[in-house]
């Protein structure tokens, strides 16, 4: 069966840094985009960056733009985030999510989650 599993998070202070990794496991990873995304208390889940299969191609919300970073490797199974001059409004539960579709049928996959927690 398809896993996301997240790793990564903590505390940090505003201005620091973290990387997330998420492994993946039980599909092709590599025939897949992948995407991060985040739910901060009292708010929906939104898209912070995404990530083409073979990474010639990434987006990323206006709000992380020129601070955080996805990449991927696909010979590990694996897709970053690199979280750079981390503000409070970071904080958030950052998840994991690839949508896949081996028969047609879109299937839409998500990561347990891992903290992010920005002191100022």
């Known amino acids: 069966q398809v896993q996301l599993v997240e790793s990564g998070g903590g505390l940090v202070q505003a201005g620091g840094s973290l990387r997330l990794s998420c492994a993946g496991s039980?599909?092709?990873?590599?025939?897949?985009?992948m995407s991060w995304y985040r739910q901060a208390p009292g708010k929906e889940r939104e898209l912070v960056a995404s990530?083409?299969?073979?990474?010639?191609?990434?987006n990323y919300a206006d709000s992380v733009k020129s601070r955080f970073t996805i990449s991927r490797d696909n010979a590990k199974n694996t897709v970053y985030l690199q979280m750079n001059s981390l503000k409070s409004e970071d904080t958030a539960v950052y998840y994991c999510n690839t949508i896949t579709a081996p028969f047609g049928t879109a299937n839409v996959y998500w990561g347990q989650g891992t903290q992010v927690t920005v002191s100022s």
């Open positions: 039980g599909f092709t990873f590599s025939r897949y985009a």
């Open positions: 990530i083409s299969n073979v990474g010639g191609s990434t």
